[in-house]
T-cell receptor, first 111, second 115 residues
Framework: GQNIDQPTEMTATEGAIVQINCTYQ??????LFWYQQHAGEAPTFLSY????GLEEKGRFSSFLSRSKGYSYLLLKELQMKDSASYLC????????????FGQGTELSVKP | EAGVAQSPRYKIIEKRQSVAFWCNPI?????LYWYQQILGQGPKLLIQ????????DSQLPKDRFSAERLKGVDSTLKIQPAKLEDSAVYLC?????????????FGPGTRLLVL
């Protein structure tokens, strides 16, 4: 089966750096996605990792370690608008694009 | 580029009533998904279409939920009859595969409240 774990909520200060962790257990691996979801809105794509290492995209970076079944999303220079839920998701192996989502990490950015 | 469109955005019904949601995917996206997202949880897949065919509906409660994508573009999801536990946001997503990576793009969702 597949299982994804991430913290339920985190709080950080504007201008700081925050790391949101995700651990997963899958039979087979086809990459890992991070999505951002503001309250009442649709999830929006942030990143996709399929190889080990860090991928940087502006203030957001995503890291993957396949051997450890571990990923993190790193947010730098936090802004108030970064307050949102961050969802970690993995595709079901060999079952097309069907995504299995974690419960999401609710990030609150304080002034 | 226009995103995934969904309607209605909000719906309130009483239990045992019926309801239908509509989704128009991004133009050219062959794959369409319906997800159910209960408050405080991640989205859970209900059904996946490839063009007008069902790829996976193993998680769809078929006694009350049905979905179709007759012409391989728009899709509708229906609940008949609704139960209290169906209160959730219903998200539609469509996807594009580029250089081996499939990325799903989500619509704004339909927020359903069953009283």
């Amino acid at each position: 089966g597949q299982n994804i774990d991430q913290p339920t909520e985190m709080t950080a200060t504007e201008g700081a750096i925050v790391q949101i962790n995700c651990t997963y257990q899958t039979s087979g691996f086809n990459g890992l996605f991070w999505y951002q979801q503001h309250a009442g809105e649709a999830p929006t794509f942030l990143s996709y990792n399929v190889l080990d290492g860090l991928e940087e995209k502006g203030r957001f970076s995503s890291f993957l370690s396949r051997s450890k079944g571990y990923s993190y999303l790193l947010l730098k220079e936090l802004q108030m608008k970064d307050s949102a839920s961050y969802l970690c998701a993995v595709p079901r192996y060999n079952q097309g694009g069907k995504l299995i989502f974690g419960q999401g990490t609710e990030l609150s950015v304080k002034p | 580029e226009a995103g995934v469109a969904q309607s209605p955005r909000y719906k309130i019904i009483e239990k045992r009533q019926s309801v239908a949601f509509w989704c128009n995917p991004i133009s050219g996206h062959a794959t369409l998904y319906w997800y159910q997202q209960i408050l405080g949880q991640g989205p859970k897949l209900l059904i996946q279409f490839q063009n007008n065919g069902v790829v996976d509906d193993s998680q769809l409660p078929k006694d009350r939920f049905s979905a179709e994508r007759l012409k391989g573009v728009d899709s509708t999801l229906k609940i008949q009859p609704a139960k209290l536990e169906d209160s959730a946001v219903y998200l539609c997503a469509s996807s594009l595969t580029d250089r081996g990576q499939e990325t799903q793009y989500f619509g704004p969702g339909t927020r359903l409240l069953v009283l």
